[in-house]
């Protein structure tokens, strides 16, 4: 079956980065795109952006351009973000999905990843 | 950005009730290849979210018929036939018509 594992809560310092990742398991890693949506506390859902792991291609929410990096290791399945410059409005719940590209929906979650910014 | 606004932004409902929640965007929805990219997730109390309708109308893998989508344009609405205690949590709609995808502040359906 289908399955996104995600790493484990991580707490940083301000000014500091955070590369979180998520192994995918059950279905052709290369054939969808995986997309990352980030939780603030008690909030809504926002899309952070996309890639497609057979070319590395990107779309990016403006947003988080230039605070969002992803990446994928198509060798062992797992895709990764990297937030950069960190501040306590980073602080939130991210979690990756896979993209059913044919129609444009995330059909499965992963268990989301807490990042905590803090001093 | 697409502003996709929910009413009521609280639910609350017996068990056996059918209830349903709107979802209005702030431009139409509909592209041009004749799409609607609106969807509906529901996030139950401390798990990630999980797809229940697609392109609109459709029920998503492993979704109970009670639960049903419709509308065009710019207005649309999910409708849960016969509310179940495992139907409780947060819904919310999204788009991904217009870049960036975007999602509704969320409607919660508690218990009356």
């Known amino acids: 079956q289908v399955k996104l594992l995600q790493s484990g809560a991580a707490l940083v310092k301000p000014g500091a980065s955070v590369k979180m990742s998520c192994k995918a398991s059950g279905y052709t890693f290369t054939d969808y795109w995986v997309s990352w949506v980030k939780q603030s506390h008690g909030k809504s859902l926002e899309w952070i952006g996309e890639?497609?792991?057979?070319?590395?291609?990107?779309n990016f929410n403006e947003k988080f351009k230039g605070k969002a990096t992803l990446t994928v290791d198509k060798s062992t399945s797992t895709a990764y973000m990297e937030l950069s410059r960190l501040t306590s409005e980073d602080s939130a719940i991210y979690y990756c999905?896979?993209?059913?590209?044919?129609?444009?929906?995330?059909?499965?979650w992963g268990q989301g990843v807490m990042v905590t910014v803090s001093s | 950005d697409v502003v996709l606004t929910q009413t009521p932004s609280t639910l609350s409902a017996t068990i056996g009730q059918s209830v349903s929640i709107s979802c209005r965007s702030s431009?139409?929805?509909?592209?041009?290849?004749?799409?609607?990219?609106l969807y509906w997730y529901l996030q139950r109390p401390g798990q990630s979210p999980q797809l229940l309708i697609y392109l609109v109308s459709n029920l998503g893998s492993g979704v109970p018929n009670r639960f049903s989508g419709s509308g065009s344009g710019t207005d649309f609405t999910l409708k849960i036939s016969g509310v179940e205690a495992e139907d409780l949590g947060v819904y919310y709609c999204?788009?991904?018509?217009?870049?960036?995808?975007?999602f509704g502040a969320g409607t919660k359906l508690e218990l009356k």
């Open positions: 890639i497609y792991p057979n070319s590395g291609a990107t």
């Open positions: 431009q139409s929805l509909l592209d041009s290849a004749g799409n609607t990219y």
């Open positions: 999905t896979r993209e059913d590209y044919s129609g444009l929906y995330f059909d499965y």
């Open positions: 999204m788009q991904a018509t217009h870049a960036p995808y975007t």
